[in-house]
Every structure is written in C-alpha cells, then in structure tokens.
C-alpha cells in the first residue's frame, strides 16, 4: 500500500510517462471524479483494491471485459496451465484451432476466424475484407454509435479528428441509426460505392421492429457486406452474440471484450467466401488481413477458451440479465423516491446498463453526473458504466442503490439550488470525444 501523496506522485509520473495518462482515454483522469481511485492494484470477484487498500464494489469490470469476475479461479488456472508451458511460438499453438472451432460452433455467422488483440485491429480488418471483396471504398455506419475503431476511418468522423487525413474522412459515410430510410438513400446517393455497413446490432435500446432484417436485406440487394460490431454485445446479449438473439446473420462479426474476461484476445469471424481472401488457398489479390505477433498468445487464448465454456456452464449470461434488472429497478426506485427521476434515466438492456443525467444544460448535466459519482465513490462503489457480471449478487444490488439513493439525495440539493462549487471537491468528467481539452469546450 502507498499513501495519498504517494498516489498522486505515480499519477504526475503517470502523465509525464503515458499521454493522458493511461492506455484507454476511458479509464483517463478526465473521467472520474476526483475522489475516485487514482488506480487499481488488484481484484477479485465483483471487488477491486487501489494503491492505498480501498476497497470497492466494481461494476465497470475493465472496460465491460470482465464478465465472470476478477481473477476467475477458472480462467486463471487456465492461464497459468499454459504459461508454464510457453507463451508464443515460431509456429501455431493447436489453441488457434481449437478456440477458432468453439467460435464457428457458437456464431451464426462464423465459417472462419482470425484473431488479434484489440477490438480496432479486428473493426478495421474487417473493412479491408469487405473493400476487397465488393472492389467497392466506401464505409457506412450510424452516427449515434460511440466507438469502432481508433482507426482514422473512424476517429476521422468524431471532434477528435487531428491527424486524420481528408481523403481519409471522405471514404466514411454516416447515417442514423434506425432509419432505415437513410440508410437507403445513402446507398441511391453512391451507387456501387459502399463496400460495407459496419453497425453495432444495439446499444442502449432494442432495434426498430424490423430494422436489422431491413438493414440485411438491403445489404444483400445491393451487393454491400453487412459487419456487426459485437464487440461489446457478444457474450453479454447472448453467448452466441446479438446476431443469435435477433436471428439476423451478418457477413461478418467482431467479438471482444467479454470474450477472454479481461484477457487481451478479439475475433472476427465470418463467411469463407469472404473471410479466406485473407488466406492461402486462393487465386485472386491477396488480402494482408491480420498478422499479429501477439495474436496466437498461448496463455490469452486459453483464457478464452475457459471463459467460454464457463459463460456456458453456469449461464451467465442469464445471471448478468438478471442481476442487471434487479440493478436498474432498485436505481430507478431510489431515483424517485430522491425526487429525481426527472433528470436521471435509466436506459439499456439489463444486461448493460446505462444510467445518464439530463437536466437540460450539457455541462450542468456532467457536472451533476460528476457530483453522482463522487458520492458513491465515497460509499465504496465504482460505477462509471455498469457491466453486470457472474460474480455481482443481489447483496451488490442492495449496497449500490443505498448508496445510489444517499448520492441522488446530494443530487437533489443541487437541483434545489445548492451551488455545486460546494458539492464538487473537484473538476467535471468530460466527454472523451471533444475536440479541444480546455475546460467547457466540447465541440
């Protein structure tokens, strides 16, 4: 353990270190309330401990990647079983197969399977797969979905776009989500253009009835391929991915996050025809898919393999759903009983949800988020997002929306006219998608 000035010391070291500070501009300083653990040393189950030994009830479980718990003895062992043996060869460990084989048998979509590191490598491995394929440049996806890729086809269309080239942005089209209308007339206003339609199948609502079917057929119709970003749905929808829960099948798919609990391995799986473009056993261009040096890690892939079957074993992804439920009507009953359902809602499936403050005002809105989570922070819990997991229980349950109900307590005296220069003991999180870092500037 270290002390406070100690932490804040590793923090300065931090910044001087990384840019930002860390790996992921999610787990940045920018995001948490001042208050809020400067890091993380250690956990388990639904639990984690920072440098000074705190110890918090944890529901943002790495990013969502973690959906059996800290540390799973499962996968751990798994791990460990194979580290003792090795953890990258010259040539392919059978793990590749054998995980490969597990995914074709779990994703309606999945003939083949390449797999890499981080959810970006396989977005984008999946684009240059499909503008092989069709011979066609252009990309499609919503608008509304917060992230693909740090991949400047991507990050070209957000505020954060320096650096992207303009030739770049110009090959990215984007639409809204659910229009299926809008979707149509991109595709009358580039005809024999559009390579791909890259979407994730949901996020925080459940498609229009007939939206996904609509979006697949008229992929099909006008010669485009359909990729679904599952990157976070796939395992926590459904062990089989949203693709299965819907019934509607893509060309291809991304999985992530979930699929190695924490453990550093991505997928994209898909039809042959298109997939073993990327391989050896054809005559036409070769596409330089994926060739990752870390990508066949013995150990990662292990991890995978074990948080598969255990996903499967002990049906969690029936647990998280429920757990998540009894999550969003406990925050939801302490929201009103605070008297202030009518600024904070509670949207999402159970399975992920999402807990958003509007009270008009975009920076009075984060700031009242920031006084939100600066208060359950102080009872212990850490909930910047919240990813239900197999090792969250009711009891977890119980503890959060008490301390929910005290911190919307603190809420509702800002509403009610108490200055939050008095509530705050620090700055606002700010939005990660902001062009400039200047405090209030946002577009």
């Known amino acids: 353990m270290i002390s406070t ?3 804040l010391s590793l923090s300065r070291r931090a910044h001087r270190a990384i840019p930002a500070g860390c790996h992921t501009y999610s787990k940045g300083d920018d995001q948490f309330p001042c ?10 189950g639904a639990h984690v401990r920072d440098t000074a030994g705190n110890e918090f009830l944890d529901w943002g479980m790495g990013l969502r990647s973690v959906i059996l718990g800290h540390a799973h003895p499962g996968v751990v062992d798994a791990v460990v079983a194979e580290l003792r043996r090795g953890s990258n060869f010259t040539r392919p460990s059978p793990l590749e197969t054998l995980l490969a084989e597990d995914l074709i048998e779990l994703i309606p979509c999945a003939e083949m399977v390449k797999f890499a590191k981080n959810g970006s490598d396989v977005t984008t491995a999946s684009l240059r ?84 079917e609509g979006v697949r057929e008229l992929t099909r119709r006008e010669g485009a391929v359909l990729i679904f970003d599952e990157i976070i749905t796939g395992f926590r ?20 996050k979930a699929i190695a609990n924490g453990f550093s391995v991505t997928a994209l799986v898909g039809r042959r025809e298109i997939m073993e473009l990327g391989g050896l056993e054809h005559d036409r261009p070769r596409v330089f898919l994926l060739s990752s040096t870390h990508g066949g890690e013995t150990h990662s892939l292990a991890a995978a393999r074990a948080t598969i079957a255990e996903i499967r074993e002990v049906e969690a992804v029936g647990h998280i759903w429920r757990i998540g ?65 197999a090792s969250h229980c009711t009891d977890d349950v119980d503890r959060t929306s008490e301390a929910a109900a005290r911190a919307f307590a603190r809420v509702r005296e800002a509403l009610d006219g108490a200055p939050l220069s008095g509530l705050l003991r620090g700055p606002s999180v700010k939005p990660v998608f902001r062009r400039f870092n200047a405090k209030g500037v946002t577009t």
């Open 5 to 7: 000035a100690e932490t």
């Open 129 to 212: 797969l499909a503008r092989a394929a069709t011979g066609r440049d252009l990309v499609a996806f919503p608008r509304e979905h917060p992230f693909h890729s740090a991949d400047d086809w991507f990050i070209g269309t957000t505020p954060v776009d320096a650096g992207v080239p303009d030739a770049t942005k110009r090959l990215s089209l984007t639409f809204p989500y659910g229009d299926l209308r809008a979707l149509r007339e991109l595709f009358v206003a580039h005809p024999g253009q559009i390579a791909a339609v890259i979407m994730e199948p949901a996020t925080d609502a459940p498609p229009p009835t007939g939206y996904l």
């Open 237 to 256: 929808w459904h062990e089989g991915g949203a693709q299965t829960l819907y019934g509607v099948t893509p060309d291809m798919a991304t999985f992530g």
């Open 325 to 389: 439920a009894e999550l969003q009507k406990g925050l939801e009953a302490a929201a009103r009983a605070a008297g202030v359902a009518a600024v904070v809602s509670f949207r999402g499936y159970p399975c992920s949800p999402v807990l958003t403050f509007d009270a008009g005002e975009p920076e009075y809105s984060a700031a009242l988020r920031t006084l939100f989570l600066q208060e359950t922070v102080a009872d212990g819990i850490l909930m910047p997002y919240i990813a239900p997991s």
């Open 35 to 44: 208050n809020a653990p400067g890091f993380i040393v250690s956990g388990k």
